[in-house]
């Protein structure tokens, strides 16, 4: 559900503006001021602020946020002002006290600030303000931040089934993870628990899974995978048995299929979830269900999310016939994860999404290219990735012609090559690499020569773009970096093994536990009640157990004794215990004995078992432990007399239950006292550890003990301190050496393999890798040949590190290089290379420039070393050089040569060589500098100052100072109408002069020419220069007046625009009283106004008066201003009031009419208004815009040009002499629209029926009126349109359009015209048919005499047309017309009465429906006639003339160059009989269907007109003429010019 923040700030979209309070708050607290960026208030502190100071300002505000309950919420915003603003944040309603969700951020290298909220709640939904402030203003923006609650809330939805029981249903309480048109409403109670999924991994922690378990994950993901990715799957998941998977498999999809068959007819078209653009990730599939009702509901990782039909919204669905178009937008990590589709409680479909972690190093440049240039974009990621999405312009880019994409060996590095780059091609280019994406700009800069303008441009060369860094060496770092965290990932792996079997071997020789009595181990006390049965589970039997010689056991106690240890002893239910049975009678409960006790009262075993031989049913995931020794014997039967075959569970080390049968008899056991020093039958009395006293007989010789300690460094006889299980503090003797412990030796392996090397041929070459044991040696091989270091190579090795040096590679030294140790093997590539190289010191000097006069000649040369063949390419200036009478170049095999003859200006520039092989490539670049004579210098010539006694002009330098600096400038000079040049000699090389001897109001004329040291340039001839014109100021703007009194009206001017090259010496005043012609002045005209403001006090209470000004400068006074306005000499008036009673009189979609009254008057509070300003703003605006310059009257106005459907605050505002007063607003904001109307339909003369042509178009335009603007849908039979019928839509009409019907439009096509008010509707019946094919062969039967039954063959057209009937004519031997006896027939036969005998009888059958009638078809005759001697013509024999013509085209298209904006027209002729079939397309696009195309055919010539031509009508254009002759073509193409 969405839980909607409250917005309480009075600027954010929709709320009103402040309160009269708070304006007068604000007036007292500042200056309100507009931002450049919309909802960002602004207040200025102070009235002028210093210069260079600014108040605050966002540069970018924060935006409104709509986000899922759980996720991440950031606000960003930039500000600006001088001095830096301090930014904060807070919040309408709570605090923000809580640093773990509120975190405020600075980023110093953007500017910019941030606010996160984590895992934000419906608590955090609220509306945020940041506000920047510093000591001249603040800035305040709000941006709201709404919630959506992720699932279902079972309260709450619990609650909303009880409302629904007692017939209370929240009609806003909608499923958001279902369509939106699901109301839980329509739910059944009883089925409400089919819609709760139970969550995965969220709740409580997954069980446990036993051995070879598959987990149902896998088969989630399996069942909806291709065959293909299988393996990959398997792999992943650790399944290995293919052939029990396929077959599971099989079994899992025949039962989904089964529950499938419930709710659907069809699946197909599943594809995978994928990434589809920027932050876009989507899946598809086709699904046709058998109850459209059915319930589709989306989940991930078992948990239920929303979606909606909006593609605005994070998951979102799209339908589109029969496919079902899921996406997630604004992807992040946290999207990756398993998506299921279910209908109902069955599921569909699942897809597994994984998001590559990855992200840019450094992310791709703005490149700026030259026309003809080839751009280079290249970023660098932080794991390797064999390919990224490149995007331009927002469509993919595919490696082809256009474009080339690499990507280095390590894929860290990854390219795009933009090849002859034109103005097309400029736009923002994007890398995306998983989730992450970085673009720039590509700027193609047009070519500034005005020459080539229009002419075909040379491909350039060279290339721009790159990022300027070592990429190879950052890509490097980064690997080095990747190698190093995988290393550690190693070592720990290998550290946390080394720990598990340390731990492992600690549990297999620790001490057993002392028998609790809590059924976990079975107990063998002294009566010799502990007994095994050999399966790992104990059984206790009574302590009264007799001998078989029916004696007493020898450890049993007396009669008070054994009932005491019946009081201290628990009694054992083992019947789940799968533990040891472990005896403590008389022995170190530490001991590493089996406490096997039997009926004859034996003390338990004290030493160790020699090791069983174990099977382990769990060989592969015990394999670690498999080869441990088995120090400790779990559950052995004394009873039993032969082990062999018995098989018991056991415990490992790792904690695994597992199951072991031995191979051999069992040991009998040795009894040893610990306190005897001898003997076989020797019995002594001892007291065990429990301090309870005991007697034991021995059975053989003593046996020493082996004491397994796991801490212990030594053997026999040491005596240690140690704690037992229990806490308990003992001593124990070791009476035999240590049994070695068996570790499991994995051999050596590999830490770091080789790599594949490319070295260049004649430098070195190392291959390395590292082993994990430091001792070992290995050997060397080149293609399975044995290296020595005979061989010039280095073999060595450090530590663990060995390394194999090549000093000087050859290209026999390339091949595959392997090393071996210990039976491990690493392999890898080494590839010599011989490119173009050059020396060291010949690159230098070739890299010197070479200096050259005009007209002669130069020579460029460079010697290089390289495998041939080689290609060697001359540029200059970027564009390749050819053989021509100027140039020529020599090559060979060690070098080549550039010969340039007849050198000129224009050839200096960049000479660059190229060398290529198959190896690579090598350039180097000098550069030619032809010296020659300077061009003019560059006008216009700007006079610095002009007087009476000098001129002072200046110039540009020349445009080529052709390879030398200027030295000086030649300057001659003329007097207009004297033909003499006085010759001022040279000026040092700053390009301007000042001439002083000069005559007050003559002409001057100068030539200048440029002087370097190869020569003097063309002159540059000036226009004529005046020495001491009159330059008059400007006329200055009208007077302002500040204010008025009875006895003195302040005013103030502003500066003339132009001050006539001087500066302003003062100013003169003047006043006009109203109703008078003559000008008085206010000042003395000798005693000029020096400030731009003066008090006219020489003036008459009550009187009106206007003013005028004068600016005076050196040369004399300007012309006099324009009249200010009339004011009046009285003391100031008092503002009016609010107007009262404003209201709306009327409303449409572009005006709004007001109406109100007067405001009252008050004496000495506010005076009566003599006009009236309106206001009005947008909603979402904070800045009023007046709608009239000047003050109205009347009290009625409409306000104009408003954009329909908006909201709009409107307020006006009365004005009189005393200033503006107080503005009233309109209660609530006004919508523009005219009043509620119900749809209606206004054409009288409606058509509900149309009959058209296949082939011709179908246009239905209907009329209506209503208010607000109706939504309009149309159906076709109630269903939706197909997409090839037009529907243009406008305030009062809808049209549809077919251009080519065809028979299948036929239907019932409604328009539903529907609104807020209602809706109303119209249906229109459209039949396209054709002219009926004629019937088939027609038959005559006589049935009854006097009668004749026609009986033919339906139509073709009968089946297809329910409209068709049959018309019967009848012609008769006795007349010569046909007549028709029959009509509107629907079978196929008809009886034809009163035929007479003796006549002869033709029928004739036609097919007719809506559109015409059929050609007939005869009958054969019926009946004989009398015959007549009858007289015989013989008729000449004609042949007959087939008039059809193949296609044919008699003027074809021409091609065509159109304006942009203009209109374009193609035309040509066509012939063909039967007419041909004329079809238009645009680079293979049909267009016949396209309204934006005009198209005709009349008698054969046919049309295409396009009224505004744009750069996307470039193209291609064809038109196809066909019929059953045959097909012509004819094609031309359209070039825009821009």
């Known amino acids: 559900m969405w839980k909607k923040s409250k917005v309480t700030d009075q600027t954010a979209t929709g709320q009103g503006g402040p309160s009269e309070a708070e304006q007068e708050e604000e007036k007292k607290a500042g200056i309100k001021k507009r931002s450049k960026v919309p909802g960002v208030m602004i207040t200025q502190f102070i009235e002028v602020l210093p210069e260079g100071k600014s108040t605050p300002d966002f540069l970018r505000k924060p935006i409104a946020l709509t986000i899922q309950e759980g996720k991440l919420a950031i606000f960003k915003a930039n500000v600006c002002g001088d001095p830096k603003p301090e930014v904060t944040w807070g919040r309408a309603k709570g605090d923000m006290s809580d640093t773990e969700t509120f975190q405020k951020r600075y980023d110093e290298a953007t500017g910019e600030y941030t606010l996160e909220i984590h895992r934000v709640s419906g608590e955090e939904a609220d509306t945020y303000k940041c506000y920047a402030i510093n000591e001249y203003g603040k800035a305040i923006c709000t941006a709201a931040l709404n919630v959506i609650e992720v699932g279902f809330k079972k309260k709450k939805a619990m609650e909303q089934l009880e409302d629904i029981g007692r017939g209370r249903v929240n009609q806003n309480f909608v499923r958001p993870c279902v369509r939106p048109s699901f109301v839980l409403g329509s739910v059944d109670p009883a089925e409400f628990r089919k819609l709760l999924r139970k969550r995965k991994g969220v709740d409580k922690e997954e069980a446990v899974k036993e051995p070879g378990e598959i987990d149902e994950r896998f088969w989630e993901i399996i069942m909806s995978a291709d065959r293909k990715d299988y393996e990959r799957i398997c792999a992943e998941f650790g399944v290995k048995d293919f052939r029990v998977m396929l077959k599971k498999l099989s079994e899992k999809k025949k039962e989904r299929q089964e529950e499938q068959a419930q709710y659907i007819e069809t699946i197909n078209n599943l594809k995978h979830i994928d990434i589809k653009g920027v932050g876009i990730a989507s899946f598809e599939f086709d699904l046709e269900l058998k109850d459209l009702s059915s319930r589709i509901f989306l989940y991930k990782d078992g948990v239920m999310i929303p979606y909606s039909d909006e593609e605005e919204m994070k998951h979102s669905l799209k339908t589109v016939g029969k496919k079902l178009i899921f996406s997630v937008r604004d992807l992040k990590a946290e999207d990756a994860g398993l998506y299921q589709v279910d209908v109902e409680e069955v599921n569909l479909f699942s897809t597994d999404f994984k998001i590559p972690t990855v992200d840019f190093i450094v992310k791709i440049q703005e490149v700026k290219a030259k026309e003809r240039e080839d751009a280079m974009f290249e970023c660098v990621l932080s794991q390797p990735c064999p390919r990224i999405k490149w995007m331009g312009k927002n469509a993919t880019l595919e490696e082809g012609e256009k474009y080339t994409i690499t990507v280095s060996e390590d894929k860290l590095i990854h390219r795009l090559l933009i090849k002859d780059c034109s103005q097309l091609d400029k736009g923002i280019y994007s890398a995306a690499a998983g989730i992450k994406t970085c673009s720039a700009w590509l700027i193609v800069e047009a070519d500034s020569d005005p020459a080539s303008h229009g002419k075909k441009k040379t491909r350039k060369t060279t290339q721009a773009g790159g990022t300027g860094l070592d990429l190879g060496k950052l890509a490097q770092e980064q690997q080095e970096k990747l190698a190093k965290e995988r290393q550690e990932q190693i070592d720990a792996a290998n550290k946390a093994r080394a720990e598990e079997e340390r731990l492992a071997r600690e549990a297999l020789l620790a001490p057993p536990l002392p028998d609790t009595g809590d059924g976990d181990s079975g107990e063998g006390g002294d009566s010799g009640e502990g007994k095994d049965t050999g399966d790992g589970k104990n059984k206790s039997e009574s302590g009264s157990n007799k001998s078989k010689d029916g004696g007493k056991s020898v450890g049993e106690m007396k009669d008070s004794e054994k009932e005491g240890d019946d009081k201290k002893n628990k009694k054992s239910t083992d019947d789940s215990d799968k533990g040891k049975g472990s005896s403590n009678n008389g022995i170190d409960p530490n001991a590493n004995g089996e406490g096997d006790g039997d009926s004859k009262g034996r003390k338990g075993r004290t030493g160790p078992l020699i090791p069983d031989t174990v099977i382990d049913a769990e060989k592969e995931r015990d394999d670690k432990y498999k080869k441990s020794t088995d120090v400790s014997d779990k559950g052995k039967d004394p009873n039993v007399k032969s082990g062999t075959g018995q098989t018991e569970e056991y415990i490992d080390a790792a904690g695994m239950h597992s199951v072991r049968t031995r191979q051999g008899p069992l040991l009998k056991d040795t009894v040893i006292d610990p306190n005897g020093q001898s003997g076989t039958g020797e019995t002594k009395e001892y007291t065990d550890a429990s301090g309870k006293r005991s007697e034991c007989t021995r059975q053989g010789p003593l046996l020493k003990d082996t004491v397994i300690d796991p801490n212990a460094q030594s053997g026999t006889g040491e005596t240690e301190q140690y704690t037992d299980v229990s806490g308990k503090r003992s001593e124990r003797t070791r009476q035999g050496p240590l049994l070695k412990d068996t570790v499991i030796d994995p051999g050596v392996q590999f830490v770091s393999g080789l790599s594949n090397v490319h070295a260049l041929i004649g430098q070195p070459a190392e291959l390395m890798c590292k082993l994990s044991n430091d001792n070992c040696e290995g050997t060397w091989y080149r293609d ?51 490119p173009p190289r050059f020396d060291p010191d ?90 020659d004579k300077p061009t003019a210098p560059q006008g216009p010539v700007e006079v610095l100052e002009s007087t009476a006694s000098c001129i002072h002009i200046k110039w540009r330098a020349p445009k080529d100072d ?62 004529d220069l005046t020495a001491g014109t009159l330059a008059f100021p400007s006329s200055p703007a009208p007077p302002k007046v500040a204010s008025a009194f009875n006895n003195c009206i302040n005013l103030t001017w502003s500066t003339p625009t132009d001050t006539g090259e001087s500066r302003i010496l003062g100013y003169n005043l003047e006043k006009r009283k109203k109703g008078s012609n003559l000008w008085s002045p206010v000042n003395p005209t000798d005693e000029p106004i020096q400030e731009k403001k003066r008090a006219v006090t020489d003036v008459v209470a009550g009187n009106e008066y206007e003013f005028r000004v004068y600016a005076i400068n050196v040369s004399g006074l300007s012309e006099p201003s324009s009249p200010s306005e009339f004011i009046f000499a009285k003391d100031p008036k008092n503002p009016p009031g609010k107007v009262e009673d404003l209201k709306v009189a009327d409303t449409s979609y572009t005006a709004i009419s007001l109406s109100w009254n007067k405001p009252t008057e008050e004496v000495g509070v506010q005076d009566e208004a003599k006009g009236y300003f309106i ?44 200033g503006e007063g107080v503005a009233q607003d309109l209660d609530n904001y006004i919508l523009a629209m005219p009043p509620p109307v119900r749809p209606c339909f206004t054409d009288n003369k409606m058509k509900s029926f149309m009959v058209v042509r296949a082939g011709n178009s179908v246009r239905i335009l209907l009329n209506f009126e209503a208010s607000p603007w109706p939504e309009v849908t149309w159906l076709k039979d109630d269903v939706p349109l197909l997409k090839r019928v037009n529907i243009s839509n406008s305030e009062s009409s809808s049209q549809l359009l077919i251009t080519s019907s065809e028979r299948s439009d036929s239907g019932i096509y409604t328009i539903v015209v529907k609104n807020l008010v209602g809706q109303e509707s119209f249906s229109v019946e459209v039949r396209v048919t054709d002219d009926p094919k004629p019937p088939g062969p027609v038959e ?48 196929n036969k008809f009886t034809a009465c009163n035929i007479m005998p ?38 000449p024999a004609y042949k007959t003339c087939d008039l059809r013509t193949a296609p044919a085209f ?45 198209i005709t055919n009349i008698c054969g010539v046919c049309s295409l007109l396009i009224l505004r031509v744009t750069p996307k009508d470039w193209g291609e254009y064809n038109i196809q003429i066909e019929s059953a002759l045959g097909r012509a073509e004819s094609s031309t193409k359209l070039t825009v010019r821009e």
């Not at 550039?898 to 490539?921: M, V």
């Not at 003050?1191 to 106005?1197: A, V, Y």
């Open 784 to 834: 399975s040949k044995k290296l020595t270091a005979d061989d010039g190579h280095i073999m060595s090795r450090d530590g663990a590190n060995h390394k194999l040096v090549i000093n000087r590679c050859q290209e026999e030294d390339s091949g595959k290089y392997r090393f071996e140790a210990d039976g491990r093997k690493t392999e890898a590539m080494l590839n010599v290379k011989d």
């Open 1175 to 1218: 206001e009005v703003r947008q909603a979402e605006c904070i800045d009023w815009t007046r709608c009239n310059v000047t003050p109205i009257i009347l009290t009625t106005f409409t306000v104009k040009s408003l954009k329909a459907m908006a909201m709009y605050w409107i307020r006006v505002i009365a004005i009189n002499d005393g």
């Open 1450 to 1494: 008699l003027v074809p298209l021409r091609q065509h160059t159109a304006p942009k904006g203009y209109e374009c027209y193609m035309s040509c002729a066509i012939k063909g009989n039967p007419k041909p079939r004329v079809t238009w397309y645009r680079n293979n696009i049909s267009l016949n269907t396209n309204t934006n195309y005009l």
């Open 962 to 1023: 052709g390879g030398c600096p200027v030295i000086n400038y030649n300057l001659e000079r003329q007097q207009v109408g004297r033909n003499t040049w006085k010759k001022l000699g040279d000026i040092p090389g700053v390009p301007e002069y000042k001439d002083n001897d000069v005559e007050h109001g003559r002409k001057y004329c100068y030539r200048i020419r440029v002087v370097t040291e190869e020569g003097v340039s063309e002159m540059m001839e000036t226009d």
């Open 842 to 931: 010949d690159l230098s000097a070739f890299s010197q420039p070479v200096i050259v006069k005009v007209g002669n000649s130069t020579t460029f040369k460079l010697p290089f070393v390289g495998r041939e063949p080689m290609k060697i390419q001359w540029y200059r200036k970027g564009e390749e050089l050819l053989d021509d009478n100027t140039t020529k170049i020599e090559k060979s095999f060690t070098q080549s040569r550039l010969l340039l003859s007849k050198c000129q200006r224009k050839d200096t520039g960049e000479i660059k060589i190229k060398l290529k092989n198959e190896h690579g490539t090598m350039e180097a670049i000098s550069r030619l500098i032809v010296l």
């Open 1398 to 1435: 003796g006549r002869e009888y033709h029928f004739r059958v036609y097919a007719k429906n809506d559109m015409g009638m059929s050609a007939p078809s005869e009958s054969p005759t019926w009946g004989s006639e009398r015959r007549k001697d009858t007289f015989v013509v013989n008729m």
């Open 1340 to 1387: 005559l039967e006589e049935n009854v005499p006097g009668t004749v039954t026609v009986i033919w063959e339906p139509s073709p057209d009968e089946k297809r047309d329910d409209h068709l009937h049959y018309s019967v004519s009848k012609r008769d031997s006795t007349k010569g017309s046909w007549s028709t006896v029959a009509d509107r027939l629907f079978n």
